[in-house]
């Protein structure tokens, strides 16, 4: 199990187009992963869940991920929330 | 008459009378009177059909609409697929619950979820969330989708973003809603189709029918307007009218590189609405109509006479100017619920365009004696799509001969029409030799050619880079096809979203083309853009 915690550096927060990119790159992983904020968390791969926890631009929150491929989830995790892939485009 | 003050989100004046939005749909029986497993597949059999849908919907947003209402739309699609939603229907089904009432449930499950958090933004989705489920729930009793109003002042409780942008635009004179703020996809949407609207108004059933006035301007809305009010409106709109006419005089004239080539510039559309606002912007023509608009988030499909409307209230919008219609073309990321298409493992080189129309001719042929007969009011192109055979463009052609002959039988006296193909797949480049000998004109879609030559979806947000990197391999294909198609006397246009990048205008007309298609809020830009062009500069493409 793998525990980090991770800057938001999202304009809106956790809303939205980054909280479907983070639930479609949750989900190409078998680990579960978890983010939390203060007492509250949610699994990285409901969408509905993560919006309520009302993760804002700048706020630290903390990622968890449990399970065979951890390293690459982390991995990725980290570079989701450093916003180092090229960010998805709304494409016709 | 009545005054009613609220809260302008988009100035201007509509003057018409007042259509009240009537959502429609039910209360759902809780119990179910089937097995658990049966409302299991009805349920999976609805949340398909509202996937696709969404997914429609979206595409719609985008291409006319703008990219915020898109990504709403998005997220609606995103809460379909979440676990806590799915697993609120399964537990109530599990139950004994029907699929409809597991549906409503689990989506204010979901709602309640969302307004608990006192974030406003978060509060608003719990609105998708209901709307995501009154979808479901009127997918699975079959219900038609809101009916469309007839033409007027939209007036509306609240609007959900599919609600939005499902309307038909080409009929919405005004908006007024009671909920919303200027921040809403409501005011998002006014914006984006430019018509006046109001919030923060009480609504009253019984204003329906009503003629109105509203004044986007000072944010009034009149009821049964008196005189003096309905000939100050008149006489404001024909002033704003005017004025625009004045911005734009400009753009009457033709469209000339810096050198003095003149180029053709036309618009993409999807409506005779949006047609009037191309010509108001100084199209000179329609390079790309897409009739599939027609079919778009309908259950039942669009009967000749409403086609025929369509295409001929275009023509009349377009006075005199060409107006090149596609044929339908469905099937891909395009899936009109009317049509009952399979899924298929990879659609984008599936059942679509011009094959599906050539094996589904009762259709096929309702959509061209529509467009023929739409022909006897102006000059018309028909267009076929996902061409990749002269075969196909032959085939195409003798059936637009039958519908000819058979309205004449029936003593309809049918237009004549130029005939021209897309060039959108790798087949269609390499024969353009042989089609520019069947077709008047050619029109290249870049979205679908770049995506078919480079081997790369252009919905996959992985691949955007790939895609925009490096041109080459595009520019080579558009440039055999021009050179091709004038050797043998064959006009080619581009309706391809490129056309618009100003980064690439220069290029893309130096390589010969005789008319560029763009959407109709880039038809100004791209004016300019091209009269800061000097043509004489070689093309750069090796």
Known sequence: ?92 | MQTIQGKSIQPGIAVGPIRLYDRGGSSPTKLSSLTPQRERDRFLAAKAQAALELRQLQEHACSRLGGDLAAIIQVQSAMLEDPDFLEGVEERIRQGASAEFAALASGEDCADMLLATQDEYLRSRAADARDLARRLAGILSGQEGAPQPPAGILVVQDLSPSEAVGLDSSTLLGLVSCQGSSNSHTAILARAMGIPSLIGVEIDPAWDGLPAVLDGDQGILYLEPDDEIRSAALERQRVLLEQQQRLLAQCGGPCLTKDGRKVELYANVGSPREAWTARANGAQGIGLFRSEYLYLGRRTCPTEEEQFEAYRQTVLAMDGMKVIIRTLDVGADKQAPCLAQESELNPALGYRGIRYSLTHPELFCQQLRAILRAAAFGPIGVMFPMVTSAQEVRAAKEMLEDCRRDLLSKGIEPGPVEIGTMIETPAAVVLADQLAQEVDFFSIGTNDLSQYTLAADRQNPRLAALCDADYTALMRMIRHTVDTAHRFGCRVGLCGEMGADPAMTGALLRLGLDELSVSPPALLSTRECISGIPLAQPSGVH
């Not at chain 1, 680990?31 to 969408?47: D, F, L, N, P």
């Not at chain 1, 869940?49 to 951890?70: F, H, I, Q, R, Y």
């Open chain 1, 1 to 92: 199990m793998k525990t980090f915690p991770v800057r938001v550096p999202f304009s809106n927060g956790l809303h939205g187009r980054p909280a479907m990119e983070l639930v479609h790159t949750a989900q190409s992983f078998e680990s579960e992963i978890t983010i939390a904020k203060g007492a509250r968390s949610a699994v990285a791969t409901r969408m509905i869940a993560l919006m309520t926890l009302c993760v804002k631009e700048n706020d630290t929150v903390t990622v968890t991920v449990s399970g065979p491929d951890e390293e690459a989830a982390a991995a990725a995790l980290e570079r989701f929330f450093r916003q180092e892939d090229p960010p998805a485009r709304a494409r016709m």
